[in-house]
Structure formats: structure tokens, C-alpha cells
């Protein structure tokens, strides 16, 4: 089969032959068949054409998404707490197991950055720098439990979920407790730990993710 081109071209020539001819009535009848016929593979062709284009239109969407996706993979974001303005992160850049996650002032640097990593019944929490993930401690599943890292597995304590608030926030969801982790006695205090609690929806829940700059 001839491509779309090559369809279009080839019409376009037979047009220009029979141009002297005002009227297509006066063509020969076979002449009138194959005119027939090449209108209907033009209308093929700008059809395939079209589709073609809408084709290339939705890949690029794609692949822009697919590049959106590994920047942040590879750069990660910061978790921004709503009533305090602070910035979640790894107490002391520790890379020990059990060190305290914790708000500070948000700098933006890696140990304030995190990736999201898919699994099978939920997402790891892991920080750039560390490599670990967010768990609660001993797999503590009570309101006050606090949120450290952890070597990351696929033990339920270490699987959350992030809920949108449709306003620009999110709320990070621990799933084996099915509790939120925010920040303690909604402090705005720097250094003031993270822990899981009762998802009430206040603003010591509400997490601005702020993604890496390019």
C-alpha cells in the first residue's frame, strides 16, 4: 500500500493533468472512476495523517511525563508541613538506622529530599541521600509512634500512600496503621519530630511536595 504521501501526491498530479477540463462530466467514464477512486484514497490518506499527527501528539505527552518522572526520581522533592513552613528530613543527616525524621527550616539540600518508589500494595518513602525509609518505629501502629528510616523492605510499616487535599497539599498515609504522619503536638518548633497520628485533617497533616529544581 502506498503511504499517505505518496496517496496524496498522486492525486494531486491527475488533478493537475485534468485541470484543462472545467467540467468533470466530460470525462471519459473510466477517467470519472479513477478520479473517483483517488478521491476516496486522498480522503484516506488525510485521515491516516491525521491520525498519524494525533499519534505523534499523544507520545510526546508521554514522553514528557516519562521525563517528568525520572527528574524526580533522580532529583527528588521536599515534603513542606502546612503550619509550620518546614521541611521534613533526616535528623543530623544520619544514615543509621532509627534516626528521628524531623522538621526544619526547608534549605532544600538532599537530606530534605525524598523519591517515591512504587511497590505492589503501596510506596516506599526513601531519602536521596540516605538511601532508607520512612517507617514507624518498631512498626509501632499507636498514635505518638514516631517516624524514622529504616533499611527499606516490603513490611507493611514501611508502605504509605499520599492523599490529595484538591488544595495544593497532601496527606502522607501509613498503611499498615492507616494513620497520618505529621509533625508532634503540631509544633512549628525547628526539630520538632515526626510521628504517626489519627488522619484529622489539620495542617500539622497538610504536605506541600515541592519538586526538585532541574
Known amino acids: 500500500m502506498q503511504s499517505p504521501q505518496a496517496m496524496v501526491w498522486a492525486a494531486l498530479l491527475l488533478m493537475m493533468t485534468l485541470s484543462c477540463r472545467s467540467n468533470r462530466n466530460e470525462l471519459p467514464d473510466e477517467t470519472q472512476t479513477n478520479v473517483g477512486a483517488l ?10 495523517i491525521a491520525a498519524t499527527e494525533e499519534e505523534l501528539k499523544r507520545n510526546e505527552e508521554e514522553s514528557r511525563k516519562a521525563v517528568e518522572k525520572l527528574k524526580t526520581d533522580l532529583l527528588g522533592f521536599s515534603l513542606q508541613y502546612k503550619h509550620s ?3 521534613l ?6 544514615t543509621q538506622d532509627g534516626a528521628r525524621l524531623r522538621q526544619m527550616p526547608c534549605n532544600f539540600s538532599n537530606i530534605q529530599k525524598f523519591r517515591l518508589v512504587e511497590r505492589p500494595n503501596g510506596n516506599w518513602i526513601q531519602n536521596l541521600v540516605t538511601g532508607k525509609c520512612l517507617v514507624a518505629q518498631d512498626n ?6 514516631r517516624v524514622v528510616q529504616a533499611t527499606c523492605g516490603d513490611r507493611g510499616s514501611l508502605l504509605y500512600t499520599l492523599q490529595s487535599d484538591d488544595s495544593g497539599y497532601i496527606f502522607i498515609r501509613e498503611l499498615s496503621s492507616n494513620r497520618c504522619v505529621d509533625i508532634e503536638v503540631i509544633s512549628k518548633a525547628d526539630g520538632a519530630g515526626a510521628q504517626i497520628f489519627d488522619c484529622v485533617g489539620g495542617d500539622a497533616q497538610r ?3 515541592i519538586q526538585a529544581n532541574p
Open 89 to 94: 528530613e533526616v535528623e543530623n543527616s544520619s
Open 39 to 48: 478521491e476516496a484514497q486522498v480522503k484516506e490518506a488525510n485521515d491516516r
Open 85 to 87: 513552613a518546614k521541611c
Open 140 to 145: 509501632g501502629k499507636d498514635n505518638g509512634t
Open 207 to 209: 504536605v506541600k511536595v
